[in-house]
């Protein structure tokens, strides 16, 4: 899951080591066959291939479980990506854009709202709802323990006079 989520760096060195182990378990000998192929399927998934190994294999559980930590790892990285540049959007539109791109950044912002109300997510309606404030210079109000307050804060720091 690291070598797939770290840098290019970790992952030529978690290919190496898996590289370098496939060949000590295949110097063993057909007893350790199972071993090979499991390090064949991480290697393939490395390489973003599809692994080989049948549902009856002996470590087949364990490669989905590193298939789900990726796909979880990504899913994550992706979220914290579109926070940062949902983020960037509001304080770049606020600084800079015109009345058309904050109008269309609020119509998202409000969309975004209500689908986080749908789902009944409560803190992510809030925390939308408090960007659509500060693009419309209307106060901000959240709990001190919202879990987006920190986000929200750095927008408003970031829009202060002096912040630029």
Same mark, same amino acid.
């Given at each position: 899951?690291? !070598?797939? @989520?770290?840098?290019?760096?970790?992952?030529?060195?978690?290919?190496?080591?898996?590289?370098?182990?496939?060949?000590?378990? /295949? =110097?063993? #000998?057909?007893?350790?066959?199972?071993?090979?192929? $499991? /390090?064949?399927?991480?290697? !393939?998934?490395?390489?973003?291939?599809?692994?080989?190994?049948? =549902?009856?294999?002996?470590?087949? =559980?364990? /490669?989905?479980?590193?298939?789900?930590?990726? @796909?979880?790892?990504?899913?994550?990285?992706?979220?914290?990506?579109?926070?940062?540049?949902?983020?960037?959007?509001?304080?770049?539109?606020?600084?800079? #854009?015109?009345?058309?791109?904050?109008? !269309?950044?609020?119509?998202?912002?409000?969309?975004?709202?209500?689908?986080?109300?749908?789902?009944?997510?409560?803190? !992510?309606?809030?925390? $939308?709802?408090?960007?659509?404030?500060?693009?419309?210079?209307?106060? /901000?109000?959240?709990?001190?323990?919202?879990?987006?307050?920190?986000?929200?804060?750095?927008?408003?720091?970031?829009?202060?006079?002096?912040? =630029?």
């Amino acid at each position: 899951i690291a !070598a797939k @989520a770290g840098t290019v760096d970790q992952f030529s060195q978690w290919r190496a080591v898996l590289t370098e182990a496939r060949k000590a378990y /295949v =110097s063993q #000998g057909a007893d350790w066959q199972f071993e090979v192929e $499991f /390090v064949d399927a991480l290697i !393939a998934i490395l390489d973003d291939q599809t692994h080989a190994l049948k =549902s009856d294999h002996p470590y087949y =559980s364990h /490669v989905g479980r590193v298939i789900d930590g990726i @796909a979880q790892q990504v899913t994550e990285d992706d979220q914290v990506n579109a926070l940062e540049m949902l983020l960037e959007a509001v304080i770049n539109t606020k600084r800079q #854009g015109n009345d058309q791109q904050r109008d !269309a950044l609020k119509m998202a912002l409000r969309q975004m709202r209500d689908q986080a109300l749908q789902a009944q997510d409560l803190p !992510a309606h809030e925390f $939308f709802a408090a960007l659509i404030a500060i693009l419309e210079d209307q106060a /901000v109000t959240l709990a001190q323990d919202h879990p987006y307050l920190p986000l929200v804060q750095r927008v408003i720091d970031a829009l202060k006079p002096d912040a =630029s």
